[in-house]
C-alpha cells in the first residue's frame, strides 16, 4: 500500500491564482481530512469527508473547497491564492471518522507571494 | 467553539529524564482524545489513543497519558526519555466529525 499520497511537495503561486492539491489513499478509508500546519498553531481543520459524495467545512474553510467524487481521491482546491494561505498542508485518512488512527500524508509545502 | 490546549511550548530535557506534557480540552461531550508525534521531517504519527475505559492508556514507544474527566485533561508521560524522543507531540480531541489539534510542544532530549 502506498498509503496517502499528496502532490505537490513544493508549490510557490502568486497572489491571486489557483490551483489543487491532489490526495490520494489507496486504504479504502471512508473518511478524509485536509489540516494546515502554521508555526505556534498547530494543525487546523480546513475540510473534510465521511464518504464519497460527503464533504463539511472545518474550522478555517475560506478560500478553500474540496470535492469526494471517489473514495480514494480528495482534491483540495484554492480559488484564489493570499499570502494568509502560505502553510503547509496535510492531507489525512482513517477508516471511521475519529475512531481509527488518521494517516498523513507527506505535506505540501505552499508559499504565496 | 471546542479548543485543545497545550500549555508548553517547548520543553528541553537530558536524556533519562521524566517527561509530562500537558493537554487540556474544552468540549462539553464524550470525546475522542489522542496524542500524535511528528519527528524531524517525518508524518504525523498516532502514539496513543483514548475512547472510553481505563483512564490510563498505554502507547508506543513507552509513552502513556492519563485522562482526567474532572480537569478535562490528557496528559502525556514518559518516565525516561531518550534522545530519538526528539519530536513535535500533539494533543488533539474528537467530537462529532470535528478533530481538533493543540498548537503542539517540542521537545528537545539532550543525549
Known amino acids: 500500500n502506498a498509503g496517502v499520497t499528496q502532490t505537490p511537495k513544493f508549490q510557490v503561486l502568486k497572489t491571486g491564482q489557483s490551483m489543487t492539491l491532489q490526495c490520494a489513499q489507496d486504504?479504502?478509508?471512508?473518511?478524509m481530512s485536509w489540516y494546515r500546519q502554521d508555526p505556534g498553531m498547530g494543525l487546523r481543520l480546513i475540510h473534510y469527508?465521511?464518504?464519497?459524495?460527503?464533504?463539511d467545512q472545518g474550522e478555517v474553510p475560506n478560500g478553500y473547497n474540496v470535492s469526494r467524487s471517489t473514495t480514494e481521491d480528495f482534491p483540495l482546491r484554492l480559488l484564489s491564492a493570499a499570502p494568509s494561505q502560505t502553510s503547509v498542508y496535510f492531507c489525512?485518512?482513517?477508516?471511521?471518522?475519529?475512531?481509527?488512527?488518521?494517516?498523513f500524508g507527506p505535506g505540501t509545502r505552499l508559499t504565496v507571494t | 467553539a471546542q479548543s485543545v490546549s497545550q500549555h508548553n511550548h517547548h520543553v528541553i530535557l537530558s536524556e533519562a529524564a521524566s517527561l509530562e506534557l500537558g493537554c487540556n480540552y474544552s468540549?462539553?461531550?464524550?470525546?475522542?482524545l489522542f496524542w500524535y508525534v511528528q519527528y524531524p521531517g517525518q508524518h504525523l504519527q498516532l502514539l496513543l489513543k483514548?475512547?472510553?475505559?481505563?483512564?490510563l492508556v498505554k502507547g508506543i514507544k513507552g509513552f502513556e497519558a492519563e485522562f482526567i474527566k474532572s480537569k478535562f485533561s490528557f496528559n502525556l508521560r514518559k518516565p525516561s526519555v531518550q534522545w530519538s524522543d526528539t519530536a513535535e507531540y500533539f494533543c488533539?480531541?474528537?467530537?462529532?466529525?470535528?478533530?481538533?489539534f493543540g498548537a503542539g510542544t517540542r521537545l528537545t532530549v539532550k543525549p
Open positions: 489525512a485518512s482513517s477508516l471511521l471518522a475519529g475512531v481509527n488512527e488518521q494517516y
Open positions: 486504504m479504502n478509508h471512508e473518511y
Open positions: 469527508s465521511v464518504g464519497a459524495g460527503i464533504t
Open positions: 468540549y462539553g461531550g464524550t470525546v475522542n
Open positions: 483514548y475512547f472510553s475505559g481505563d483512564p
Open positions: 488533539a480531541a474528537y467530537y462529532n466529525n470535528d478533530m481538533r
